[in-house]
């Protein structure tokens, strides 16, 4: 069963608009790790936020922002203010803590964000 | 800052040859995981090493073998590669018992004909 589900493969949004990149989880372990990654066309992985399954508060690190909704196990990624060097493609990743808290991460299949002028 | 470097940035080798992916972090990290990624699939773990002389099978450990003699370096052997290993290789790896996100390399597109 697949573990991270990222619905949309592209999505465009104009320049300095906001743009939301969906992410739905499936995990029975209370403990767990949401991670959001982006991959420039240059190939680096780039690790913008994390939210641990017990945090009250939905993360934050500048313009990237994480609605964190437990009980419908989403995790979707919230840009504000997009950007051109915003184009790229987009991750979401789990860890779950496991019995040894070293189980590795599991990424989705990605979502192609273009950002146009 | 942690790095975590890739030997080959780009590499061609032909089918049947034995082929090494070297990877190294320089952190002191327990834990490094070698994923490969292909379009419209994501990262797909294929092996992972929580210490020296340790080894885990990921999702798809089929045609690939690992080792881990040193902590700080982590190798990828294909031991007779084939065109359908053609992708990008990507290393990562995180301090042990760690919560938070890995450092990955800057990968390795690896091309087989």
């Known amino acids: 069963a697949q573990k991270i589900t990222q619905t949309q493969p592209g999505m465009f949004v104009q320049e300095k608009e906001a743009v939301t990149l969906d992410c739905t989880y499936d995990?029975?372990?209370?403990?767990?790790?949401l991670f959001w990654y982006k991959q420039p066309s240059s190939g680096e992985m780039i690790f913008l936020i994390y939210?641990?399954?017990?945090?009250?508060q939905n993360a934050t690190e500048g313009r990237y922002s994480l609605n964190f909704q437990k009980a419908r196990k989403s995790a979707n990624l919230v840009i504000s203010a997009s950007q051109l060097g915003d184009s790229a493609m987009y991750f979401c990743?789990?860890?779950?803590?496991?019995?040894?808290?070293?189980?590795?991460?599991?990424f989705g299949k990605g979502t192609r964000l273009s950002v146009i002028a | 800052d942690v790095k975590v470097t890739q030997s080959s940035r780009y590499l061609v080798k032909r089918t049947g040859e034995k082929v090494f992916l070297e990877c190294v972090q320089d952190?002191?990290?327990?834990?490094m995981f070698w994923y490969r990624q292909d379009p419209g699939l994501g990262l797909r773990l294929i092996y992972f090493s929580y210490d020296v002389k340790m080894k885990e099978k990921g999702d798809i450990p089929e045609g690939y073998s690992v080792s881990r003699e040193k902590k700080e370096r982590f190798s990828l052997i294909l031991e007779s590669a084939s065109t359908n290993q053609t992708s990008m290789y990507l290393c990562?790896?995180?301090?042990?018992?760690?919560?938070?996100?890995?450092?990955f390399g800057s990968g390795t597109r690896l091309t087989v004909v």
């Open positions: 995990t029975s372990d209370p403990s767990y790790g």
């Open positions: 952190m002191d990290h327990e834990n």
């Open positions: 939210q641990g399954s017990y945090d009250q």
């Open positions: 990562a790896s995180i301090r042990g018992g760690a919560m938070g996100g890995y450092t």
């Open positions: 990743a789990m860890r779950e803590a496991g019995n040894s808290g070293n189980t590795p991460l599991v």
